[in-house]
């Protein structure tokens, strides 16, 4: 179901993320759980198919990378895919979680949710569930989805995780197919009884290069940022904008415009994170012990079948160049933002081969740096 993990922002299942204290605190872990997939989205980072996939880690090896992920701090583990209910053994992965300490939360597509793993989910200590709605009628979540009952899935599934008190939120891809329903999608998520609704941008990696048509522009980027900043006091969700680090600048100008200051009283979490936490707050296992930035910027950056997580998470060179934003290239390097921003990397390297280049959506144009 990927991208439905969810990996920028503060702490984008709820909670309170944990860390060690230091600049570099650890606050989101993605574990790809398996790649494999009963769905088959036209956006899938993964281009997930629906089999079994060689050298996944298996529930030693988990258990293993949930100590050593424990030694770094007490972030939050997002068990994404693929399908993490395709893993016969994520219940015993998440219950160990959550006895080390860890906050354990799940990103299934909804599909494969029954009365029975709903129950298992809460019992082994899953906080919040995210489940991706794409559109707000079948035929559109279908479509994107590659798959014929998808959204009739998703909703059963969503009254499943509700009849065990399940919290759960709804991730949103934007692309030009489903730009105009999201008003309508964010509605739908409020009458579902969501706690919450994250809207992702599409990044053109996995299956998503091939609907790089449906990227919406940079224009329309910033036109939905701010319509997502208007619904703040709208409704009663908690929102959240990822893989939209710009959302960060927005909601500081328009702060600006407003004559406020942005305080965690004022805007909450958004005040207290930066846009892009890649490689600084967050990072992404695959299936097979590799380390990335995230799942969408495919650059190694270590290998936990090699080395202990901390270990990659404290030395890896890719992650120590993106901690120093002033490495940060073309516009993205003189942006009086680019603490709070940073841009997109995995846009960056699509679309320039360098993660360090200037973020490609971006309409703002920052003041030349004084010589």
Same mark, same amino acid.
């Given at each position: 179901m990927n991208p439905d993990h969810p990996h920028g922002g503060a702490h984008p299942h709820g909670g309170h993320p944990g860390g060690n204290g230091s600049k570099n605190a650890i606050r989101l872990v993605a574990w790809e759980t398996t790649r494999r997939c009963n769905l088959s989205c036209i956006h899938c980072?993964?281009?997930?198919?629906? *089999?079994?996939?060689?050298?996944?880690?298996?529930?030693?090896?988990? =258990?293993?990378?949930?100590?050593?992920?424990?030694?770094?701090?007490?972030?939050?583990?997002?068990?994404?895919?693929? %399908?993490?209910?395709?893993?016969?053994?994520?219940?015993?992965?998440?219950?160990?979680?959550?006895?080390?300490?860890l906050r354990m939360v799940m990103a299934p597509n909804g599909t494969l949710i029954t009365a029975d793993n709903a129950r298992k989910m809460k019992e082994s200590g899953i906080k919040r569930i995210s489940i991706s709605l794409d559109g707000s009628t079948e035929e559109g979540h279908d479509n994107f989805r590659g798959v014929k009952g998808a959204f009739k899935g998703a909703l059963q599934g969503i009254e499943h995780a509700k009849s065990v008190g399940l919290e759960f939120q709804i991730n949103t891809t934007i692309t030009k197919t489903n730009l105009k329903e999201i008003p309508k999608i964010l509605s739908l998520a409020e009458?579902?009884?969501?706690?919450? *609704? *994250?809207?992702?941008?599409?990044?053109?990696?996995?299956?998503?290069?091939?609907?790089?048509?449906?990227?919406?522009?940079?224009?329309?980027? %910033?036109?939905?940022?701010?319509?997502?900043?208007?619904?703040?006091?709208?409704?009663?969700?908690?929102?959240?904008?990822t893989c939209a680090p710009h959302y960060y600048r927005i909601l500081r100008q328009r702060a600006k415009e407003e004559g406020k200051k942005?305080?965690?009283?004022?805007?909450?979490?958004?005040?207290?994170?930066?846009?892009?936490?890649?490689?600084?707050?967050?990072?992404?296992?695959? *299936?097979?012990?590799?380390?990335?930035?995230?799942?969408?910027?495919?650059?190694?950056?270590?290998?936990?079948?090699?080395?202990? =997580?901390? %270990?990659?998470?404290?030395?890896?060179?890719?992650?120590?160049?993106?901690?120093e934003f002033d490495n940060l290239d073309g516009k993205c390097g003189i942006c009086e933002y680019r603490k709070v921003c940073g841009g997109c990397r995995a846009r960056a390297f699509e679309a320039t081969g360098d993660y360090l280049a200037e973020e490609p959506l971006c309409t703002y144009q920052p003041p030349a740096k004084k010589s």
């Open positions: 980072r993964a281009a997930a198919e629906d *089999h079994a996939y060689d050298n996944e880690l298996n529930t030693k090896a988990a =258990f293993t990378l949930m100590d050593q992920i424990r030694e770094t701090g007490r972030p939050i583990i997002i068990l994404t895919g693929g %399908e993490p209910l395709l893993r016969e053994d994520i219940f015993d992965i998440a219950a160990y979680g959550t006895k080390i300490g009458s579902l009884g969501a706690v919450a *609704h *994250h809207i992702f941008l599409l990044v053109p990696t996995g299956r998503g290069k091939y609907i790089v048509d449906q990227e919406i522009d940079a224009r329309e980027y %910033e036109k939905t940022l701010n319509w997502f900043y208007d619904q703040r006091d709208k409704t009663p969700l908690q929102l959240k904008a942005v305080t965690f009283e004022s805007h909450g979490l958004d005040a207290v994170t930066r846009g892009c936490l890649a490689g600084t707050g967050f990072c992404f296992i695959s *299936h097979t012990g590799e380390v990335q930035t995230c799942g969408f910027l495919d650059v190694l950056c270590g290998d936990i079948t090699k080395n202990t =997580f901390k %270990e990659v998470w404290e030395n890896s060179e890719v992650f120590n160049k993106l901690r």
